[in-house]
């Protein structure tokens, strides 16, 4: 049984940092290295997904065009094909998604909405968490406190 | 029980992309791209561990001074201080000591010597291996074949 993605928002919260894609390659690296995440998901006016900007993107930009990069606009640097998951999808299956895709971060789509976005880090602490668990239930049950 | 560092490095190999420290920034980022990875380990002369820079790395220093970091020595824009792990560290180990200190790559040491690189993505993969393996030896057992 692995955590659905409803319970790894309602740990790290549902807060999804956006972008539109008139922006500069610069505004994504100051609000990366701000927020300290991987990657913004850019949004139409309309609050609609037209794709996602993460480190790796600018990273390739950045190989391609040298310091030119920092001016392009977002839409030309994003990756518009979107691998999304949706507030059922299970720990397990995002980690495969993630490893097959070699992909670090995943949007939460929810009837067509935007509701969240889970990483990879997300992915290994619900499973550290998961263990932990674990871990007590054994101990209350070996020291007999749980019944 | 959790797979050790060991067999995670006999699946993905033992190769360690490194740089030296007087290399620039611009070359990080090519290597980077080149090789589909998020880290290199900095090295010196005789191959010992100086640092280590990452994408994150990168970022941080272009948020920090726009296109001149580009040409920045990686001496100065690596980290210094390097977590790393050992053969005979667990996955669950790495993956605590992955989600603690909010790092995605761990140099592999060996009696001082640099073996390899253990990356969340690896640590995720060895997961997915390892529920695969037992869900075939489960239905092996279901459909008898087993013994």
Chains 1, 2 share one sequence.
Do not use: F, N
Not at 9 to 26: F, M, N, P, W
Not at 55 to 72: N, P, Y
Not at 135 to 147: I, K, Q, W
């Amino acid at each position: 049984m692995s955590v659905p993605v409803s319970v790894i928002l309602d740990r790290k919260g549902r807060e999804v940092l956006t972008i539109s894609g008139e922006q500069r390659l610069a505004e994504v690296i100051s609000s990366l290295v701000e927020h300290r995440v991987g990657a913004l998901v850019v949004t139409d006016a309309a609050g609609a997904v037209e794709g996602i900007v993460s480190e790796r993107d600018v990273m390739r930009q950045l190989a391609e065009s040298g310091a030119d990069a920092l001016r392009l606009p977002v839409s030309e640097v994003m990756t518009r094909d979107v691998t999304t998951c949706t507030l059922s999808t299970g720990a397990t299956e995002l980690a495969a998604t993630m490893t097959e895709g070699r992909i670090r971060h995943l949007p939460v789509v929810d009837d067509g909405r935007l509701v969240g976005i889970v990483s990879i880090g997300d992915v290994v602490k619900s499973r550290i968490d998961e263990l932990a668990t674990q871990a007590e239930s054994l101990e209350r049950y070996v020291t007999g406190t749980a019944y």
